[in-house]
């Protein structure tokens, strides 16, 4: 028998990957009637020095996904096959935060997310946040590749 899945995470990132991401693990939530949480975290690097006010930030950031994905997000709100859909954004450091104020609390079965693609020498300084999830989380992680 196929593993069903009962919760679903979906990573978005902010880039124009972010969709695919989205629309994939709608369809995945949608087949295994599984809930669905969306999930993005504002890199607090950049603005760790600068005294910047977060809470404003990840609202602002919030809005502007919810706009960039409306189509997506209100297909999953009224799929009648996904009982429950929640949308999260924190700040903070992006694997760190990601796991642990976002996925850890959902308790997904499966994660998606996606992959961009980085050069060999972006990827050597930077990481993956996809690498990162295959290595570390305890569910299954589904990456979506950028067409």
Known sequence: MAQRYRTVFAALDGTSAQKAVAQRAVAV??????????????????????????EALCSDCKRRIEEELAGVFNEARNNPNIPAVDFRVAAGRITETLASQLIEPASPDLIV???????????????????????????????????
Not at 29 to 53: I, K, Q
Not at 125 to 146: A, E, H, N, P, Y
């Open 29 to 54: 939530a949608a087949n295994n009637r599984a809930s669905l949480v969306f999930g993005h975290v504002v890199d607090s690097v950049p603005y760790e020095a600068s005294g910047v006010n977060f």
């Open 113 to 147: 997310c996606g992959e961009r693609g980085l050069s060999n020498i972006k990827y050597a300084f930077v990481g993956s946040v996809s690498t990162f999830l295959i290595r570390t989380m305890d569910c299954d992680v589904l990456v979506v590749k950028q067409r």
